[in-house]
């Protein structure tokens, strides 16, 4: 009887944090920002250092922004980011197990998205993301971009 309680307890301790960042749309909309931006950063440090050496590597590792919210909100970004994947890609999901919180947390991926794509548009040449909107021409290939003092 006493482990019942006890597990019931748990139960209650352990939804009761998740809730919170489930439904807290901006918090989680920061966190996908942040893990796109980390992505990013990261995607170039690959293409920069893919013949570095190890202590060059952990050096770079350590340039990420330092991540502002609690950890919860990027494990459930990452979450969301999956099953934002999983829809996108038509792989069958029963409807019934999708939350109203999935619901908030997939228009946070939606909103963050967006915010992303328009300060980092991509070259039309080459599919790169420029570092920002305001550029001229493209960093990687050169491509010239038009309506920018071109
Ligand atoms: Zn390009």
Known sequence: MQATIQSAEMAVAQCD??????????????????LFEEA????RMDSILRLADKATRDRAAEELPERELSPGYYRRAAYLLELSTT??????????????????GLQAVRNARQEYEYDHPACEACGERQDNRFLKQCFKCATKFAGRGN
């Open 17 to 34: 944090r998740p809730i919170l960042v489930e439904r807290d749309a901006e918090g989680l909309q920061l966190a996908l920002r942040a």
């Open 40 to 43: 990013l950063i990261l995607h």
């Open 87 to 104: 829809l996108e890609l038509g792989v069958p999901v029963d409807p019934s197990t999708i939350t109203r919180s999935d619901v908030i």
